[in-house]
């Protein structure tokens, strides 16, 4: 929820965990009088690693008094709320990645078959030993070995923190990074990246000293140790843990047209743990490429993209990229937006643009297809286990022909990640359907209910409210087989 003004990026922020039927039939799963809206977490800040175990403990006690065989928890969100609860490290911990042991200096390794996989039993036996561990430097040590934390998810028996972790479609696939950054249409400007690139070398110097958590959190984990001092046991500091499985009403925002800086202020440690910083949410921010040296579309080739959007005749339920692509008016595209414009506006117009061009144009259509064909089998409501093989291989080849294109480019988590979506379609299946495009869309809907300024009672106005939403949906419905069925005896 934006406060005053949207530029100045004040929010109110509170979670939301969600429950949804993967039983149902899937056009009627994520309808308002399916959603189980489990809970809210309480403004006026979204919950921080410290905080969110009280949140978390409370879920686990409501999830085991439905403890069924056969339940499958599968956590649906976007990359830092997934890394949360589940205890795993973030985009910056030596072991980043939620299904494999491959190290940060390793990122670039793309031998899918030498990479040494996590097994359940051994991540739940590493989070109990995080747990048991009396003191900070115990618990820091086993962290940066092991890369897991402990949460309370780990109580219950059946959840695996591997296999049940939905890589998000929209997030992992859909975040833009290759329009922006590859091909310079929304590239932010050299002075801008100068800019991330110093905050980044200062992250770097405070990660190396161990002080790179905010301020909040310090303060926060500063409290928690002292009470934990004066006690016996030091249960609440023990459950510490990131958020889970919530889809915060800030990821909404940064869904909108919206595109602002976060100015933190210079922030001085205080004597906390020294665990490894967190990412801030919102998009992937690696290091800047060097403007001056990179790709960037002619002016004709932009005109013609241009020219197509408004052109393309696509269904009305479709929403199109802006027809003023690349200029900073029309803001931060949304997930669909991108989606659309490369599955359906570029294939249209490059293979015209590149196709008789130079040698280094021909390699770009190249990469183009591959991101293609591996984004479409993202996206497509069938799979099999030979579609998942087809999705490596071009996934792997646009990861070559990146190191190729564009030499100074890193690689970045993201691009790691993805290539476990294979593994993830031959257990899950159609990846699309487990998206996080639902949670957006509730966001947006509890985001938009009037609260009249009243934030001591956000949280309980928008239960209510969602409430009595399903129960119209509900009564609407009713009310529509009544009426058919009423037509059929009359006839």
């Given at each position: 929820?934006?406060l ?33 809206l ?24 409501i ?9 499958i ?13 589940s ?72 959840w ?8 998000g ?26 800019k991330?690139l ?6 770097s ?23 934990a ?7 609440d ?27 933190d ?19 992937e ?35 199109k ?36 061009g ?51 480019h890193?690689s ?50 928008m ?19 009544t ?7 009359n006839?």
């Amino acid at each position: 929820m934006l406060l005053l003004n949207k530029y100045v990026g004040k929010v109110v922020s509170c979670g939301a965990l969600v429950l949804y039927c993967l039983n149902l039939p899937l056009e009627i799963h994520f309808l308002p009088e399916n959603v189980f809206l489990l809970g809210m977490m309480p403004s006026p800040e979204e919950a921080t690693v410290w905080t969110i175990v009280h949140f978390l403990d409370t879920v686990r006690k409501i999830i085991m008094e439905f403890n069924l065989p056969g339940q499958i928890l599968a956590l649906i969100a976007d990359l830092q709320a997934s890394k949360k609860i589940s205890g795993f490290g973030s985009i910056t911990a030596n072991y980043f990645c939620t299904y494999c042991l491959c190290h940060k200096k390793n990122i670039e390794d793309l031998n899918y078959t030498s990479w040494v996989h996590r097994v359940a039993a051994t991540v739940r036996e590493q989070a109990q030993r995080w747990h048991d561990a009396i003191t900070i430097t115990e618990k820091n040590g086993l962290f940066l070995t092991t890369g897991v934390r402990w949460t309370p998810m780990y109580d219950i028996p059946y959840w695996n923190p591997v296999q049940y972790m939905i890589l998000g479609f929209m997030h992992n696939i859909l975040e833009g990074h290759h329009l922006r950054e590859l091909w310079g249409i929304g590239r932010k400007k050299e002075q801008k990246n100068k800019k991330v690139l110093k905050s980044k070398a200062e992250e770097s110097e405070q990660e190396e000293s161990g002080q790179g958590e905010s301020k909040q959190e310090q303060e926060e984990g500063s409290s928690e140790l002292t009470d934990a001092s004066t006690e016996e046991e030091t249960s609440d500091f023990e459950k510490f843990s990131e958020q889970g499985s919530t889809s915060s009403i800030r990821d909404q925002i940064s869904d909108m047209d919206i595109e602002s800086e976060d100015e933190d202020e210079e922030l001085t440690p205080k004597a906390v743990p020294e665990f490894e910083p967190e990412e801030n949410e919102g998009e992937e921010e690696g290091p800047p490429i060097n403007v001056k040296n990179a790709f960037k579309f002619k002016d004709e080739q932009l005109t013609a993209i241009r020219l197509c959007i408004s052109k393309v005749m696509l269904p009305t339920w479709v929403e199109k990229p802006p027809r003023n692509l690349g200029e900073p008016k029309h803001g931060k595209l949304k997930a669909h937006q991108y989606l659309v414009l490369f599955t359906v506006i570029l294939p249209l117009v490059l293979p015209e643009l590149w196709h008789n061009g130079d040698a280094n144009e021909k390699k770009m259509l190249e990469c183009f297809c591959d991101l293609l064909a591996s984004t479409n089998i993202m996206a497509a409501y069938s799979t099999s286990n030979a579609e998942a093989d087809k999705y490596m291989f071009h996934f792997v080849k646009y990861q070559k022909a990146i190191k190729e294109l564009h030499p100074g480019h890193p690689s970045r988590p993201n691009h790691h990640y993805a290539m476990h979506n294979s593994d993830q379609l031959k257990f899950w299946g159609p990846l699309s359907t487990l998206s996080e495009f639902p949670g957006e869309r509730l966001n947006g809907e509890l985001g938009d209910i009037p609260t009249n300024n009243h934030f001591s009672d956000m949280e309980l106005t928008m239960l209510r409210q969602y409430g009595r939403k399903a129960k119209l949906s509900i009564f609407s419905t009713v009310t529509t087989q009544t009426e058919k069925i009423s037509c059929k005896l009359n006839k």
